[in-house]
């Protein structure tokens, strides 16, 4: 007995809690041979009895974990595959043997977990790696017996790991949060029978003992959310309803079990959402106050000497990994750790926090954590506080290879400090000073109800009512208001300021108060306007100057939300990504997301015009417009197969007018057309199909306006039916089109669909064409066209100006070009190209068109293609006879630029001139 007491009083952490474990323990196992116990061994049971009465307890219920261990010295770190050996043989069994077998063996893996831990020699990160083997394979184990008693594959249900046992860094005596998610290949019920049969497996008490404490708050909605959701609205739910701190859990989560597969396309689902593009400055905030609030209840609960979530704890560094990670990890994606000692040191080699930083806080993190486990080792409870008590003080101490309690106390001191300097630093807010103080003065009055009246006069609004109503946006005990008014209040201010530099200011404070409205609870929108005064003023420009770009931004929190984490990207960089994210999604869900991504497209290109970012609008317009018919064939294609079995294999949609041409504009229609080979029953496959495309491409939705569709180009124009028959659309024109329509063709340009059928189309039409000939008589048609088109479309009666159909304008061109096309096609076949702007360099290639009067029309055309397209953004006209005073061309010039109205009545007599010369009388 002296050498037992020796050995406690050396070794292990608690003398006094060793020498009752080895009291209890001889009792229970009197049997056994303890004089046999090698010097090695003994000193590990006692330094294990000294450091847990709940692994003294296993031992002393269950002989054979201590003969194992320290009889037959059986000791080794366990892994997923031993762990799988012990547990796979009880999966067959009945339920009552499988329950106690999941205990057994977490008990005797922690026995040997443990012993090898406390010895010192196994490093941090092993020991984080071992504990979550541990609990993941006790996870797998479960879910196999559970789908088996339920008569369904384990990969009924995908099993994400979330918290620390996703990033694979649980303690001891962790909760493990789970998230369930179904792929939706078998019925739901069963499916949450699944899952509720798992949560009891692990966390039921058996013999007083459970395998695991099962949390699932963190799935979506919380805890009065689904146990289980589909994938695809999971998706949904991050992207449209999370708060920030659910996206900060996202940063952890891991597939874990069951539909690994699925796993892996959820993350790769809401990547995107937690990881944004550009810096979000509403995280940062959301992190801060939540943590201020965790520091709030610690203060009311007396947590100080709560090691992780009292000041400078466990928490605080988590938090200044993660809000860092989803403020830089759009654009750093080498961030992106799950675990914190890895994040820590990906953030040092971005440059984002010092090297000193990096030390302090991982040596602080090791500590901490290694402090939380010796604490939950002794009972494996779920605590992290210190104990009162010196003596027990003393035993942490001394597990952690302390000499005493004062030295505990002091490294404990030092390290908090460090942490809260460093999470301080991270959180400390920044002043702005506003630009106005006696707008300040008389705002803060008028919540209070005084009038604006000559606030507004002074500031040159016609009447008080915009900031009257942007106010009253502000006044109200809701909580909404309340946190707009903690967020913007500050600033708005400054936010007025912006408005009032508009051209139309009164416009710009009323859908200020819209685009707030809007926002609703998506905070991220607001706190961007009052953290990147940059982008607020680039945003309130748009909301002051452009009807269009202020009409989708107002659509709905979807699209502002877009435009303001991608103000700056200026392409269509989305467009590969959404074809692949719609492959992955139902079809309600990837007919939302394609018009989701139509609308974000636009109003990023839109923005990027009417700040000069973007100079090839019309190509991007059309990239976008491509990708969503080509993601509108797919989809419907894909869910008449699913209705009917066999949807058209042959059918093809062609382009024609400013979609084939690739010069769309903001409200260009769709101008297709249908072709398909086959026989009576292809045809009612191909008018399926079609009908499916245009109505994914034309149906109201929530996410904003879709396409216009125009197919009467076809045979027969609107009374013609809709898919032509590839031989009799060739006929048509080749015996009986007009002249007209033969110029349509012109524009024909390929988009999805059958390659035969298109390869077809496009040489017989190449053929058509070349074969054609023309002359004065023709001539006189064209002429005769362009006149009626100006008369009953241009509308420019009582000193109006259509710069697109009117006199002079884009269609002065555009029949030139396609006069001298049709004209020299016999003889230059390289001249049949859509786009009118190619056709003219290659008219003036073959000297078919002086060089000098080839450059003159092509600078008209490209002017006059952007006064169309820039007037849009300014007025918003929405029909193709957009015609506009000389009055408001001239008020546009500060979006056309300062002479446009000058030098666009110059060009109309210049169009005109050339335009009769060019064609034959």
Do not use: C
Not at 104 to 110: C, I
Not at 127 to 149: D, G, H, N, V, W
């Amino acid at each position: 007995m002296e050498k037992i007491i020796r050995l406690a009083r050396d070794k292990a952490p608690d003398p006094e809690t060793a020498l009752r474990g080895w009291e209890r323990l001889t009792e229970a196992h009197s049997d056994l041979p303890w004089s046999q116990l090698t010097e090695e061994n003994l000193t590990r049971l006692v330094r294990l009895l000294g450091a847990s009465i709940y692994l003294t307890n296993a031992l002393v219920n269950d002989r054979g974990i201590l003969q194992e261990v320290f009889f037959e010295g059986r000791l080794f770190l366990p892994s997923r595959l031993s762990l799988w050996r012990e547990l796979s043989g009880a999966i067959a069994g009945d339920r009552r043997i499988f329950l106690r077998r999941l205990r057994e063996v977490k008990k005797k893996a922690f026995v040997r977990l443990a012993t090898i831990d406390l010895k010192g020699r196994l490093s941090f990160v092993r020991i984080l790696r071992s504990i979550t083997a541990i609990y993941e394979m006790l996870i797998r184990a479960a879910l196999s017996f559970a789908a088996k008693e339920q008569g369904l594959p384990a990969e009924a249900l995908i099993v994400l790991g979330m918290g620390k046992l996703g990033a694979r860094e649980l303690n001891y005596s962790s909760d493990v949060d789970l998230i369930f998610l179904s792929p939706n290949r078998y019925p739901r019920t069963r499916v949450i029978r699944l899952a509720e049969s798992l949560i009891q497996l692990l966390s039921s008490y058996v013999e007083g003992d459970i395998a695991a404490r099962v949390d699932m708050r963190l799935r979506p909605g919380g805890k009065d959310g689904e146990l289980v959701h589909s994938l695809p609205a999971a998706v949904t739910y991050y992207r449209f309803q999370a708060q920030a701190w659910e996206h900060l859990a996202l940063i952890k989560a891991r597939g874990l079990a069951g539909d690994l597969k699925g796993g892996l396309h959820f993350l790769a689902g809401v990547e995107p959402i937690v990881f944004r593009r550009y810096l979000d400055y509403a995280y940062l905030e959301e992190i801060a106050r939540l943590k201020e609030k965790i520091s709030r209840e610690t203060a009311q609960k007396k947590l100080a000497r709560d090691i992780k979530l009292g000041p400078g704890g466990i928490r605080e560094i988590e938090f200044f990994v993660q809000a860092l990670q989803l403020i830089f990890g759009g654009r750093l994606p080498k961030i992106r750790k799950r675990d914190t000692l890895g994040g820590l040191r990906r953030l040092a080699e971005a440059g984002l926090i010092s090297e000193a930083a990096l030390r302090e806080l991982s040596a602080a993190y090791i500590f901490l954590r290694n402090l939380e486990h010796r604490l939950q080792m002794i009972h494996f409870t779920q605590t992290h506080r210190l104990p009162g008590q010196p003596a027990a003080s003393r035993a942490l101490a001394r597990s952690l290879g302390l000499k005493d309690e004062e030295e505990l106390e002091d490294r404990l001191q030092r390290i908090r400090r460090q942490v809260e300097e460093h999470f301080g630093a991270l959180f400390r807010p920044t002043s702005r000073k506003s630009t106005s103080s006696q707008l300040k003065e008389a705002l803060e009055l008028a919540l209070e109800g005084a009038p604006l009246k000559e606030t507004a006069a002074s500031l040159g609004l016609a009447s008080e009512e915009p900031l009257a109503s942007l106010v009253a946006k502000f006044r109200g005990k809701s909580r909404l208001v309340q946190k707009r008014r903690e967020i913007l209040w500050p600033v708005l201010p400054d936010l007025i300021q912006m408005a009032l530099k508009t051209p139309r200011p009164g416009v710009a404070l009323n859908n200020l108060e819209a685009f707030i409205t809007r926002a609703g609870g998506r905070t991220s929108l607001l706190y961007l306007l009052k953290d990147r005064p940059d982008v607020a003023e680039r945003l309130i420009y748009a909301l002051g100057t452009s009807p269009f770009l202020a009409d989708l931004l107002l659509k709905g929190p979807i699209l502002s939300e877009a435009l303001v984490l991608r103000v700056h990207q200026t392409g269509a960089g989305q467009r590969p990504l959404v074809l692949e994210q719609i492959d992955r999604e139902d079809y309600g869900q990837a007919v939302a997301s394609l018009r989701r991504f139509k609308n974000e497209e636009v109003l990023v290109t839109g923005f990027g015009d009417l700040f000069g970012e973007v100079k090839t609008v019309g190509e991007r317009l059309t990239r976008i417009a491509e990708t969503v018919v080509r993601g509108a064939f797919l989809l419907s294609r894909r869910e008449l197969k699913r209705r009917s079995g066999q949807p058209s294999q042959t059918l093809a949609i062609l382009a024609l007018g400013k979609l084939g041409s690739r010069e769309l504009s903001y409200r260009s229609d769709l101008d297709v057309i249908f072709l398909y080979r086959g026989d009576q029953e292809e045809m009612i496959r191909a008018t399926k199909l079609a009908q499916n495309i245009i109505s994914v491409l034309t149906m109201p939705l929530e996410e904003g306006p879709g396409y216009e569709v125009d197919v009467r180009l076809r045979p027969g124009g609107s009374k013609g039916p809709l898919v032509s028959e590839i031989g009799a659309f060739l006929d048509y024109h080749r015996r009986e089109s007009d002249l007209w329509e033969k110029q349509v063709l012109l524009r024909l340009a390929p988009l999805v669909g059958e390659a035969t059928v298109v390869e077809e189309a496009l040489a017989g039409v190449a053929e058509i064409l070349g074969s054609l000939r023309v002359g004065p008589k023709e001539a006189q048609q064209l002429r005769e066209m362009r006149a009626r088109i100006e008369k009953e479309r241009g509308r420019e009666e009582n000193g109006r100006l259509n710069p697109k159909l009117g006199y002079g304008g884009l269609a002065d061109v555009e029949f030139i070009v396609q006069w001298h096309q049709l004209s020299h096609l016999p003889r230059y076949p390289q001249l049949l190209v859509p786009n009118p702007l190619k056709a003219l360099h290659l008219l003036a290639q073959y000297d078919l068109i002086p060089q000098t009067e080839v450059q003159t029309l092509s600078h008209n055309y490209r002017f006059l293609t952007r006064l169309d397209r820039r007037l849009i953004l300014f007025y918003d006209r929405r029909t193709e006879e957009r015609v506009y005073t000389a009055e408001e061309i001239k008020e546009a010039e500060v979006v056309l630029g300062p002479h446009s109205l000058e030098e666009y009545l110059r060009i109309r007599e210049v169009n005109r001139h050339l335009f009769e010369r060019l064609i034959p009388h």
